[in-house]
């Protein structure tokens, strides 16, 4: 099991645990109950995001359009921005994109 914090300000930051990885889908552990995000979404992601600097828009009630959370929505799945949120940090801790602070927004690097 691997235990991280979500990006952004430290104030704000959320330390999670989720076992899996990019290749097989990851389950966010949670007290309440686990969720389960497929190797198939992950790679959407990817794919959709791929060499792009993106806001990572994790706002359950305004997501901006362009952002990872807006577009998790998108897919159909039952993925919300807050879902965002825990995805971009475990695909900085895996190498597959880096997370930096605009002001107070998340900004994601995905890699080539």
């Keep these: 099991m691997n235990t991280i914090e979500t990006c952004g300000n ?7 645990n989720y076992t899996g990885n990019i290749s097989d889908g990851v389950t966010l552990k949670f007290e309440s109950a686990d969720f389960r995000i497929s190797s198939e979404n992950i790679a959407i ?19 901006p359009a362009e952002g990872v ?20 940090a475990i695909l900085q801790h895996e190498g597959y994109a880096t997370c930096s602070l605009n002001g107070n927004a998340v900004m994601v690097s995905f890699k080539n």
């Design 10 to 16: 430290k104030s704000v930051r959320v330390e999670f």
């Design 45 to 63: 992601v990817i794919e959709h995001f791929k060499g792009q600097y993106v806001v990572g828009g994790f706002s359950m009630t305004n997501p």
């Design 69 to 88: 959370g807006a577009f998790l929505l998108t897919l159909g799945c039952g993925l919300t921005p807050r879902h965002a949120s825990f995805l971009c």
